[in-house]
C-alpha cells in the first residue's frame, strides 16, 4: 500500500521555467491538497480538492495552478517560477471519518534560481 | 486563521515530560496533532472533536478544550524517538471534512539521551 506518492523530490528551475508536481494516492480518498513548507511558517494551504471534479484555492494560491484529474491523481503547476516559490511542497490526502487525518506524500524540494 | 503553538522549541532528557499548547481566536469543529521528523513528512498521530474529548497514542495524549479554542498534547516519559517537529492543525467550522487544516508554525522537540 503506497499511500500518497509525490514525483519528482527534488527539482531546480531557473525563473520563468514551468513545471507540474504530481501526486496520486491509492487510499480511495475523496479529498486532496497540495501545501508548501517554509522555514518558519509552517505549512500553508495552496490549493485543495474536497472531491472529484473541484478545487479550490487556499492560503497562498497565486502562481500556481492545480488540476484533478481523477479520484487518485491531483497536480500543481507553476506556470513561471519564481524564487519565492522555493520551498518544500507536500502533496496530503484526507479520510473524513472516526479517527481521520491527513496522509502526506514524501515531499518536493523545488529550488528557482 | 493560522493557530499559535508554544512553545516554539522544548528541549528534553529521555524520561521527561513535555506539554505543547496550541490555540486558535477561532471556533473549533476539530484538532489534529502531526509530528515531522527531519527531512520526512508530517505523520498524523490524533484527532479530537469538539466536546472535550481527550486521546492517547502511545504515551502521547491530548485534549481539547472547545470553550477556550485550545488543545494540549502530553508527552509523558519522553523518548528519543519522540524528537522532531510538532504541528497542530485545526478545523473550523461545524462539520469535520467541510473545512480545511490550518497549521501552526511547530515546535521543535529535542530529547537527549
Known amino acids: 500500500n503506497a499511500g500518497v506518492t509525490q514525483t519528482p523530490k527534488f527539482q531546480v528551475l531557473k525563473t520563468g521555467q514551468s513545471m507540474t508536481l504530481q501526486c496520486a494516492q491509492d487510499?480511495?480518498?475523496?479529498?486532496m491538497y497540495w501545501y508548501r513548507q517554509d522555514p518558519g511558517m509552517g505549512l500553508r494551504l495552496i490549493y485543495y480538492?474536497?472531491?472529484?471534479?473541484t478545487t479550490d484555492k487556499g492560503e497562498v494560491p497565486n502562481g500556481y495552478n492545480v488540476s484533478r484529474l481523477n479520484k487518485r491523481e491531483f497536480s500543481l503547476r507553476l506556470e513561471s517560477a519564481a524564487p519565492s516559490q522555493t520551498s518544500v511542497y507536500f502533496c496530503?490526502?484526507?479520510?473524513w471519518g472516526p479517527g481521520g487525518g491527513y496522509t502526506f506524500g514524501s515531499g518536493t524540494r523545488l529550488t528557482v534560481v | 486563521q493560522q493557530p499559535v503553538q508554544s512553545p516554539q522549541a522544548v528541549i528534553l532528557r529521555e524520561g521527561e515530560d513535555a506539554v505543547i499548547n496550541c490555540s486558535s481566536s477561532?471556533?473549533?469543529?476539530?484538532v489534529h496533532w502531526y509530528r515531522q521528523k527531519h527531512g520526512e513528512a508530517p505523520v498524523f498521530l490524533m484527532i479530537?472533536?469538539?466536546?472535550?474529548e481527550q486521546k492517547g497514542h502511545e504515551k502521547i495524549s491530548a485534549s481539547f478544550n472547545e470553550k477556550k479554542q485550545q488543545s494540549s498534547l502530553y508527552l509523558t516519559a519522553s523518548q528519543l524517538s519522540y524528537s522532531g517537529t510538532y504541528f497542530c492543525?485545526?478545523?473550523?467550522?461545524?462539520?469535520?471534512?467541510?473545512?480545511?487544516?490550518?497549521f501552526g508554525t511547530g515546535t521543535r522537540l529535542t530529547v537527549i539521551p
Open positions: 492543525g485545526t478545523e473550523t467550522g461545524n462539520q469535520t471534512g467541510a473545512n480545511n487544516l490550518f
Open positions: 477561532k471556533a473549533l469543529y476539530s
Open positions: 479530537l472533536l469538539k466536546g472535550g
Open positions: 487510499m480511495n480518498h475523496n479529498s
Open positions: 480538492s474536497a472531491s472529484e471534479g
Open positions: 496530503a490526502s484526507a479520510y
